[in-house]
């Protein structure tokens, strides 16, 4: 009988020769057999019999993966990747077969290739370069009897190679013991190489500071169900929430981490984009009642992959997986790299431990960013259905209040506002009761004490304990800048609005408040800077064209300030919009009846910006007058009242300082020095 065949088969597209003969010339280099074509020709019976052969002696197969084999929806290397991966299912599950090995800035993600690929781990050779450890390793893998050395151990998290572990599962025990091991080297892999003392190389104090930054990327849903796609998206959650906890460490928000979700941009734009130096990326894939999930933490700087991992764990154990995930790395990251003083944790977990309730949530999640009426009771049905599911379930009844109160406050007016504040009002305080560490429930509570009782002090309270509890969370921040700013303390909210939107920085929605307080410290360029980079994030947004309007109003405009409120999305803002920018133009038949279309159509929901048009036209009376129904209507428009270029005209107004009083605000001039930060 004859020797077993000890030789690596290489399978590239005909693009990719120069990468595949790099490759093939230094597994050579290092004694290792190589099958490597380099011709393009492929065809004829002999040739085909001869590769089919080659891929059932060989010892090993390397499939090289690149855009080129992306954009190949058709050649003989696909053939050549399925002989390869049907062999697989007549081996042991021990067996290693299959060394996937990508040359450029393909993820595995998007990569177009059998689904036996995805179960073995993938190396990253940058242009084909292979240094000696990967040489190495392929060695062993070869000759696997052979003892280990430092080049056969698992890379650190200085070097680019990734291991490559066994092809097909394993057996229960042994996907345990995977499973705890894969999140220990998580947390020891981000730690290693977010610690500058561990990377070999000086770095100046703000490359330092850069380091340790990261994003964690949606997971991505390859369980081919839609239905998925919360359950990986909860996943990525508790990883945001994990690392999250420590103030040392930058880590990007859910919104603008998720924008990037199915994204083609490479890491060192979308690292770019978010100010971070690393992604934490993967996928989670259901079968049955098991979840496989990788990952990989990628350097933004060059792409290349510092350390993945991927392990298996029953479904119905989700949540004890993912509190081993975290355990590792709130252990790693206080012992190593941060302060040893953290937050309080954050848990976004249901306490009965329910994965339909959980999902509920992040469907709530979803529908609330949407920021529609339609959407606010959707968002509404779904965190009611997570309540019913598990009473207990402090997050959900927190998303429930917000989602009543932005619903009372962007779209209801009258008895149907008060009603659906009512409804906020009992969640938050249920949320509250049942985790009175939770600061989310903390932003709720102040929320609706901000914008539905004028409760301005107790706003101010709550933001505050929700940016206590959550330090690094950019909600809570951005809050409490709202309720700093309506005490017309504008530096400290600008500057809590910058630091929520570093790890935020692709929250649309924040931009608007930061644009505005700027106006109203008449620093117009940084104002437009901000709004236009709203507008560029969602250009269909409303509100954002109007906060542009306002500030080309203050410049004295005319022309941009009419351009800028005709690019408003037709409704109420627009209608408030093209009533400021036709008071500065030189038409006031126009003037006027924009102003009477405005009042016609939102003297109930629009009382604080008339009075704004009306303070433009110079006309304290109804200004004034249109206040105290803005007052009385309990508008939320009020909570600009200390910021706003227009209104403040009249701060020496006796009136002014009278209504401050009767609001409960501050009154410029008078109000006591007081802690704002």
């Known amino acids: 009988m004859s020797e077993p065949s000890q030789a690596v088969f290489l399978s590239y597209a005909s693009e990719d020769p120069p990468a595949a003969q790099r490759i093939a010339e230094a597994l050579r280099a290092a004694g290792i057999e190589v099958w490597f074509d380099k011709s393009e020709l492929r065809g004829g019976d002999a040739w085909d019999r001869q590769i089919r052969k080659q891929i059932h002696d060989c010892a090993l197969f390397i499939p090289i993966i690149s855009s080129h084999s992306q954009a190949r929806l058709e050649g003989y290397f696909r053939r050549e990747w399925k002989l390869a991966a049907d062999r697989t299912h007549d081996m042991a599950e021990e067996k290693a077969f299959l060394v996937p090995v990508v040359i450029d800035d393909t993820t595995e993600r998007y990569a177009s290739v059998p689904d036996r690929f995805r179960e073995v781990q993938w190396t990253r050779l940058p242009g084909g ?312 429930a903390h932003i709720a509570r102040g929320y609706l004490l901000q914008n539905a009782d004028f409760n301005w002090r107790g706003a101010e309270a709550e933001f505050r304990r929700a940016v206590e509890l959550a330090p690094n969370d950019g909600e809570a921040k951005f809050y409490f800048g709202t309720q700093l700013a309506t005490f017309g303390e504008m530096e400290p909210a600008i500057e809590l609005t910058r630091q929520a939107l570093v790890t935020e920085p692709l929250q649309a929605s924040w931009y608007p408040w930061l644009a505005w307080y700027l106006s109203g410290t008449n620093r117009l360029d940084e104002a437009e800077q901000a709004i236009r980079r709203a507008i560029e994030l969602q250009p269909s947004a409303a509100w954002y064209h109007q906060i542009l309007t306002i500030i080309d109003v203050q410049r004295g405009n005319a022309q941009a300030a009419l351009a800028a409120a005709q690019r408003e999305p037709p409704g109420v803002w627009q209608d408030v919009a093209l009533a400021l920018a036709r008071q500065i133009g030189g038409d006031r038949s126009a003037a006027d009846a924009a102003l009477r279309t405005l009042v016609e159509k939102g003297a109930n929901l629009s009382a604080y910006q008339i009075a704004e048009v009306y303070a433009l036209r110079n006309d304290a009376k109804a200004t004034f007058e249109w206040l105290d129904r803005a007052s009385n209507n309990r508008d939320p428009g009020i909570v600009f009242l200390l910021c706003d270029p227009f209104i403040l005209r009249y701060k020496d107004d006796p009136r002014f300082a009278a209504f401050c009083r009767k609001a409960g605000l501050p009154v410029p001039g008078e109000a006591p020095a007081r802690k704002s930060a």
């Open 129 to 440: 370069e292979t240094p000696p450890d990967f040489s190495e390793r392929v060695r062993r893998l070869l000759s696997p009897g052979l003892p280990d050395t430092p080049a056969n151990t698992r890379p650190t998290a200085d070097s680019t190679l990734v291991a490559v572990p066994v092809a097909g599962g394993r057996t229960p025990a042994l996907r345990r013991t995977a499973v705890v091991l894969a999140v220990v080297t998580i947390a020891l892999a981000v730690l290693g190489y977010l610690a500058s003392e561990r990377l070999g190389r000086p770095k100046t104090a703000m490359q330092a500071a850069t380091a340790k930054s990261i994003a964690v990327l949606p997971l991505a849903n390859e369980s081919g169900e839609a239905s998925q796609q919360y359950f990986s998206d909860g996943i990525s959650e508790d990883l945001i929430t994990a690392l999250s906890q420590f103030p040392g460490l930058k880590v990007i928000g859910r919104t603008s981490a998720f924008q990037f979700r199915d994204s083609k941009e490479d890491s060192r734009s979308i690292g770019a984009k978010l100010g971070v130096a690393h992604l934490l990326e993967g996928s989670v894939r259901r079968s049955g009642t098991v979840v496989r999930v990788s990952a990989e933490l990628i350097d933004t700087a060059d792409g290349s992959t510092q350390w993945s991992d991927r392990y298996d764990r029953p479904y119905k154990d989700l949540f004890a997986l993912q509190d081993e995930i975290t355990r590792a790395v709130v252990v790693a990251l206080r012992a190593k790299l941060l302060p040893s003083e953290h937050a309080a944790a954050q848990s976004e977990r249901p306490p009965s431990g329910s994965l339909e309730a959980y999902n509920a949530v992040l469907q709530g999640q979803f529908y609330s960013l949407r920021q529609t009426e339609a959407d606010y009771r959707k968002a509404i049905e779904y965190y009611t259905q997570a309540t019913q599911l598990d009473p207990r379930y402090a997050l959900a009844w927190s998303g429930l209040s917000l989602a009543w109160a932005w619903l009372s406050s962007g779209f209801l007016g009258g008895a149907p506002a008060q009603e659906a504040y009512a409804k906020a009002h009992e969640a938050a305080e249920r949320a509250l009761a049942l985790s009175p560490e939770l600061a989310a």
